[in-house]
């Protein structure tokens, strides 16, 4: 059973850093590609970031490029977002996410973001 859980989540002023935690368990995910994703209220699901477990190859959404940086530690099973210069429209649940192609998502719980002006 995988489980993913997230934390780290929190207020902050516009400008500040917040930095997401996601602890993976339940198998191995050296073929998995890790993610975060986020959602406001009555909004679909939107992509934010994603790393390859494998080569640690990166992907970011144009919104947060240059501002979030996503990473990963082998060791300890566990996925990182770090979040700088936010801004108020960063406010949000975040979900860590982990899936192969093909195959289907798994989600953690979500973790509150929200940024004030």
Same mark, same amino acid.
């Given at each position: 059973?995988?489980?993913l859980v997230e934390s780290g989540g929190g207020l902050v002023q516009a400008g500040g850093s917040l930095r997401l935690?996601? $602890?993976?368990? !339940?198998?191995?995910?050296?073929?998995?590609?890790? !993610?975060?994703?986020?959602?406001?209220?009555g909004k $679909?699901?939107?992509f934010v970031a994603t790393i390859h477990w494998d080569d640690g190859n990166t992907l970011y959404a144009d919104s947060v490029k240059g501002r979030f940086t996503?990473?990963? +530690?082998?060791?300890k099973d566990t996925v990182f977002l770090q979040m700088d210069s936010l801004?108020?429209? +960063?406010t949000a649940v975040y979900f860590c996410n $982990?899936?192969?192609?093909g195959a289907p998502h798994y989600w953690g719980q979500g973790t509150q973001v929200t940024v004030s002006s």
């Amino acid at each position: 059973q995988v489980q993913l859980v997230e934390s780290g989540g929190g207020l902050v002023q516009a400008g500040g850093s917040l930095r997401l935690s996601c $602890a993976a368990s !339940g198998r191995a995910f050296s073929t998995y590609i890790m !993610g975060w994703f986020r959602q406001i209220p009555g909004k $679909a699901r939107e992509f934010v970031a994603t790393i390859h477990w494998d080569d640690g190859n990166t992907l970011y959404a144009d919104s947060v490029k240059g501002r979030f940086t996503i990473s990963m +530690d082998n060791a300890k099973d566990t996925v990182f977002l770090q979040m700088d210069s936010l801004k108020p429209e +960063d406010t949000a649940v975040y979900f860590c996410n $982990a899936h192969r192609p093909g195959a289907p998502h798994y989600w953690g719980q979500g973790t509150q973001v929200t940024v004030s002006s």
